[in-house]
Structure formats: C-alpha cells, structure tokens
C-alpha cells in the first residue's frame, strides 16, 4: 500500500515536470518558443541599438528573441555560420565576400547557410579631414597619414577599393590600420591627416570631432561612384546631407554599403515572414531607438541584396 502511494506520489511529480518544462518550451497557442538571437555590433555603434530594438519588437509579437553585443559584420557571419545566432546585422559588403568566398572569407571558402531578410539603411563610406588641413579630393590624400580602418575589417576594405577608384594605393600613402574609434583620437590629435569609416550618418564619433573642430567629408564624385558600383555591386550613390554634423554646411556626395539583415537556416520561409512582418509593421519603434531607423524603409527593403537568396518568407512580405 506505501509503494503504491509512493509511486503516485513520483508519478504526480514527474507530471508536474513535465507540464514545467511543456510551458516553458511552448508558446500560449501551443506552438514551440521561437529562440531568436540577434548579433549587433560593439554597444557604442549603430547595430547594437537597432538590434535591440528589434529584439524588443519580436519579443511583443510571440518570438522571444535577444540582442547580443558582438565585433560587427565579419564577426556577425562566422556567428551566424557556426549557428551561434539565427540573425544578424551585417554589411552587404561583407556578405558579398562571405558567399563568394573573396577577402577575409577567401581561405575558408563560401558560407552557403546565409539568406537574406531586409535591407535595413545605407552605411556610408567617409573620409574626415579638419577643414584647416586643405585636404579637399581623395586625390589629395597622397603622401599623407590615413587611418583605413582596423586591418582586416570591412571598413579597410572600402578604403582601398575607393582609394583604388581615384588610383590611390597603399604605396601612395602612409596608411595606418586603426578603428575609427581609434582613428578618430588621431585625427583630433594631429597623428593622422584623414581617418576612414564606413558607418550610418550621423556618426557619433564624428560628431564628436565635428563639435570640436571644423571638418570636411571628402566627396566622390559620380564618375567614380559609378566606376565602384561597376565592379563592387554593393555600392549605392549617396548624398550627406548639410546639417548633418555640426558646421557642416553642404551636401557631400558619397557612397555606401547597405546594412543589412541577414538569417541562417535555422530560420525557415515561416518564421522569416514573421520576423520580417513584425519589423515592417513597427519601424517607428526602430527609429526612436537611433537616428538612422528613419531610413529603413519597406521600398527599399531589397537594395543592395541581388547577390544573396533571399528568405522566402521575407520575400513574401517584402514584395
């Protein structure tokens, strides 16, 4: 008679287990939660608020999803690769080199698990000189000091290939391999006559100079846009706006690479409409978190993404 109580008494309590762990694994409807992790950026840039807020978001629309600080772009894809995340923020640039398997990606060869989601906002390729240099055109930039961004990066990347567009090498110059974060203390300090970075406007590290000193962004003008999109497809023609830093009283004509959204295969055509659905639905959420969600927009939610396969889900929403 104890043993039969006693084996009730487990039996109940196995039971209750299991409705435990059914509740945690499971969402209100039934369905198995959806553990989504978003791989950003550094908590000081772009990605890292626009991830969180897309975290938020998901979270509000049945996902239970998490922004994770991470080194950006060519940190983002190996994370993505080795399945560590679902989803992540990343340059079209980079990812371009990751299926193709060319820069920084060519030793280990393609990554085939990527897809598209979204094209988020445009990253813009800048040069920035103190307007007391005189530096005016990249041409200008021979002979001097040029902080190229961190060796290896995506931003050094950009570098050269614009420098490359005007003729420019690294025998012309004297390049020096530092963050822009970095780079940016040198220009303030006088150790570097230009400092590169590819980033959504306004920076906050530029901004931080400009409301120092009076700068410049060195234009590229149309002929050279078009002859970089030609052989790089993921640049897009850009204009920076006056206004944008302060003291900066004229539009400068650029380029950019798009920051894009980018999955791995553990997010299937279901869930990827979902997501993208969600993101689309609450883009003001996306703005109030950073100045640069005003410029995701479902118009251009494809640009810059004719390389990659898309989600099918997401192409659902998006088209």
């Known amino acids: 008679m104890k043993l039969t109580k006693l084996f009730k008494r487990v039996a109940t309590a196995l039971c209750a287990v299991a409705l435990a762990v059914g509740v945690a694994g499971c969402g209100g409807n039934g369905e198995k939660e959806q553990f989504i992790n978003i791989a950003t950026g550094g908590t000081?840039?772009?990605?890292?608020?626009?991830?969180?807020?897309?975290?938020?978001?998901?979270?509000?629309?049945?996902?239970?999803?998490?922004?994770?600080?991470?080194?950006?772009?060519?940190?983002?894809?190996?994370?993505?690769?080795?399945?560590?995340?679902?989803?992540?923020?990343?340059?079209?640039?980079?990812t371009y080199y990751a299926v193709n398997g060319k820069e920084m990606f060519?030793?280990?060869?393609?990554?085939?698990?990527?897809?598209?989601?979204?094209?988020?906002?445009?990253?813009?390729?800048?040069?920035?000189?103190?307007?007391?240099?005189?530096?005016?055109?990249?041409?200008?930039?021979?002979?001097?000091?040029?902080?190229?961004?961190?060796?290896?990066?995506?931003?050094?990347?950009?570098?050269?290939?614009?420098?490359?567009?005007?003729?420019?090498?690294?025998?012309?110059?004297?390049?020096?391999?530092l963050s822009f974060a970095e780079g940016a203390y040198a220009l303030k300090d006088g150790t570097v006559d230009a400092a590169f970075l590819t980033a959504g406007y306004p920076t906050a590290s530029v901004q931080d100079i400009s409301s120092q000193n009076k700068i410049r962004i060195l234009p590229i003008d149309d002929e050279h846009a078009k002859m970089l999109a030609e052989k790089y497809p993921f640049y897009t023609k850009t204009t920076v706006p006056a206004g944008t830093y302060q003291g900066f009283d004229e539009d400068v004509t650029?380029?950019?690479?798009?920051?894009?959204?980018?999955?791995?295969?553990?997010?299937?055509?279901?869930?990827?409409?979902?997501?993208?659905?969600?993101?689309?639905?609450?883009?003001?959420?996306?703005?109030?978190?950073?100045?640069?969600?005003?410029?995701?927009?479902?118009?251009?939610?494809?640009?810059?993404?004719?390389?990659?396969?898309?989600?099918?889900?997401?192409?659902?929403?998006?088209?």
């Open 44 to 94: 000081a840039g772009t990605y890292y608020p626009i991830g969180g807020a897309i975290a938020e978001i998901l979270n509000k629309n049945g996902m239970n999803a998490s922004a994770q600080s991470t080194g950006a772009s060519v940190a983002n894809i190996n994370m993505l690769k080795d399945k560590q995340v679902e989803l992540a923020i990343v340059q079209n640039d980079i």
């Open 106 to 177: 060519e030793e280990g060869g393609k990554i085939e698990n990527l897809s598209g989601i979204a094209s988020l906002y445009p990253e813009t390729c800048q040069f920035i000189v103190m307007d007391a240099a005189g530096i005016k055109n990249i041409s200008d930039l021979k002979g001097k000091r040029v902080a190229v961004g961190a060796a290896g990066s995506g931003a050094e990347a950009n570098a050269r290939q614009i420098l490359e567009a005007y003729g420019i090498t690294y025998d012309d110059i004297d390049e020096q391999f």
């Open 254 to 319: 650029s380029v950019s690479v798009m920051a894009i959204l980018v999955a791995n295969d553990k997010i299937d055509a279901a869930l990827g409409e979902k997501v993208t659905k969600a993101i689309f639905d609450n883009l003001d959420k996306i703005s109030a978190a950073h100045a640069a969600g005003k410029n995701i927009k479902k118009e251009n939610a494809l640009a810059g993404m004719d390389f990659i396969k898309m989600n099918e889900g997401a192409t659902k929403i998006l088209k």
